[in-house]
């Protein structure tokens, strides 16, 4: 796998997203910058995904702009690059292994090897799934696939939505660690939850998601 030691700033300036008539997000100001692991916490519907979407190209803002390296994603219709992003409930191709989704999506880009993926598997705990069909799969063994996926190709920016749900304390920790550790390698990470106890050991900033504001808690 190579290493890429790119860094990343986020900036999101004066985003404000409303769906129709309802306001989600209001005058939203951020910078977030590599080599730091930010949490986003808030109850369900209070515009934590909704940020993460627009970060991701997914959603357009309603006003206001996201600059990604200097770079406007949405002006330019493009992609954030070197991305892994896990957001709401993963999906994948029911029919075949976990393994098989995995190196199928490994192709698109072909930055990571089978030993690679291999490695993964084992620290997100799925290595005792991994060649079962998709379409067996519990919630737990889900979410880990998507994890899996997101971190696969060490993207230099990692966002993960609720990511510890339905995981066993044993996989959570490991996940947690890998994390840590590429915090340390100046990655850019973005966890959401509406857990404070999901990112407690791994934010260094929170951000509260309340009243369609995004408020600086640490």
């Not at 404000?16 to 977030?32: G, M, R, T």
């Not at 973005?190 to 408020?215: G, M, W």
């Amino acid at each position: 796998m190579k290493k890429n030691n790119k860094s990343v700033i986020v900036e999101i300036i004066d985003v404000s997203k409303h769906f129709k008539e309802v306001a989600v997000l209001e005058h939203v100001n951020l910078k977030l910058e590599s080599g730091n692991i930010y949490g986003f916490i808030g109850p369900n519907g209070s515009g934590k995904t909704v940020l993460l979407k627009m970060i991701c190209g997914f959603y357009t803002p309603s006003s206001g702009k996201i600059l990604i390296n200097s770079k406007n994603i949405i002006e330019e219709k493009t992609y954030p690059e070197n991305t892994g992003a896990l957001i709401e409930k993963p999906t994948f191709i029911p029919d075949l292994t976990g393994k098989e989704n995995l190196m199928l999506l490994a192709k698109i880009q072909n930055k990571v090897t089978e030993k690679d993926i291999d490695k993964i598997v084992e620290i997100v705990g799925l290595d005792k799934h991994i060649n079962n069909k998709y379409s067996t799969y519990s919630l737990g063994t889900k979410q880990k696939l998507g994890i899996a996926q997101a971190i696969m190709e060490n993207p230099d920016l990692i966002i993960l939505d609720e990511p510890f749900n339905g995981l066993d304390d044993a996989s959570a920790k490991s996940i947690r660690n890998y994390l840590l550790e590429k915090k340390k390698e100046d990655k850019l990470i973005i966890i959401s939850t509406h857990i404070k106890d999901d990112i407690a050991l791994l934010s260094n900033k929170t951000y509260l998601f309340e009243n369609e504001n995004v408020i600086l808690q640490k």
